[in-house]
């Protein structure tokens, strides 16, 4: 197999609602060197499945109760993201749920909606 032929068997990722992290920046300059970062590792990743998510952000967390969320650190914890995925034949759904603040992240979770919220 040449290097082609593996171009087209990886999974690649497919980043639904980048508008949704470029008008974050706007909002949160110091977020977009990080969230560039991220989205230059989202670009070249190969997932097959969730457990990969994990092995290029080893700080993601993997919700449970069948959510299909990931919950990733942006910028030394300061912002945390959260992303539904799906993984299809040939490539990987990421959706963009929901981004903010440490902070404001920690209000959701005390609401108990991080499984759930998805204002975009």
Not at 103 to 115: H, S, T
Request: aromatic share 16%.
């Amino acid at each position: 197999m040449n290097y082609s032929d593996y171009i087209w068997y990886r999974m690649k990722v497919h980043l639904i609602k980048k508008q949704t992290l470029e008008e974050f920046t706007q909002h949160h300059p110091r977020s977009k060197a990080s969230l560039v970062e991220w989205v230059d590792k989202i670009k070249f990743s190969n997932w097959e499945n969730p457990s990969d998510i994990k092995k290029t952000f080893n700080s993601a967390d993997l919700l449970g109760h069948s959510s299909n969320r990931v919950i990733f650190d942006i910028g030394g914890n300061n912002f945390r993201l959260i992303c539904k995925y799906f993984f299809g034949a040939k490539q990987v759904h990421l959706f963009v749920c929901w981004i903010g603040t440490h902070a404001e992240y920690d209000k959701i979770c005390n609401q108990g909606v991080q499984y759930t919220i998805n204002i975009y």
